[in-house]
């Protein structure tokens, strides 16, 4: 059974910084490609950031660029989103994901990160 397992979200102050963290089990997870997505009050769930399966690439969303930081260690199932100057606009519950799980409406539980002073 697939379980992707959130954490690290909480309360910061506009400017700082989070370290989410997402823990995998069920599947070979050294073989797929990896995401972060976040969904604020309201609005449709996005896409923040992607981590190819062997870490060497990364891509982001225009608003994170610069800010955040996608990594993830195969070793121990697990993928890292480090957000730095958050902003408000930066609330909303983050989830991790693979592409195809993503696809198939598949999500876990997220973690809730609040900027708010």
């Known amino acids: 059974q697939v379980q992707l397992v959130e954490s690290g979200g909480g309360l910061v102050q506009p400017g700082g910084s989070l370290r989410l963290s997402c823990v995998a089990s069920?599947?070979?997870?050294?073989?797929?490609?990896m995401s972060w997505y976040r969904q604020a009050p309201g609005k449709e769930r996005e896409l923040v950031a992607t981590?190819?399966?062997?870490?060497?690439?990364?891509s982001y969303a225009d608003s994170v660029k610069g800010r955040f930081t996608i990594s993830r260690s195969n070793a121990k199932n697990t993928v890292y989103l480090q957000m730095n100057s958050l902003k408000p606009e930066d609330t909303a519950v983050y989830y991790c994901n693979s592409e195809g799980r993503a696809k198939m409406g598949l999500w876990g539980q997220g973690t809730q990160v609040t900027v708010s002073s």
């Open positions: 069920g599947f070979t997870f050294s073989s797929y490609a």
């Open positions: 981590i190819t399966f062997s870490g060497y690439t990364t």
